[in-house]
């Protein structure tokens, strides 16, 4: 089964129409240091509030502690957290013991080239 995230969503109407058109889930992009589609923790909770199961809403965070973390999913109550940086204080474990039911997404940043065979 092919699952589509529609990102950086900032209305309810937004949201909607990405479902419409077969959006598995959505983000929403809390603050960050820079990048695009940010939206204040008022709105994120508003419209993953709007969004029907099973159509899953993913909190983008910046927030690099477990703690932040928790705290920020708390303000916003979507179904999944998307962690854009590495963690720098905290364990998975430690989101996982007080937020039993949402999922963990970790994105993975390659800052190395990546190198390629040109012999063949």
Not at 24 to 30: E, H, P, Q, T, Y
Not at 43 to 57: H, N, Q, V
Not at 61 to 66: G, H, I, K, L, M
């Amino acid at each position: 089964m092919i699952r589509i995230k529609i990102c950086c969503i900032s209305t309810i109407s937004e949201a909607q129409t990405a479902i419409s058109y077969g959006a598995s889930a959505i983000g929403l992009v809390g603050r960050m240091p820079s990048g695009q589609g940010v939206i204040t923790d008022d709105l994120i909770s508003k419209i993953a509030k709007s969004i029907p199961p099973p159509i899953a809403t993913f909190l983008l965070t910046s927030e690099s502690s477990s703690g932040g973390i928790v705290n920020h999913l708390r303000r916003v109550n979507t179904s999944t957290i998307q962690i854009v940086d590495r963690l720098k204080l905290g364990s998975y474990r430690d989101i996982r013991e007080k937020l039993p039911s949402v999922k963990i997404v970790q994105v993975i940043h390659v800052s190395a080239p990546i190198q390629t065979d040109t012999t063949s």
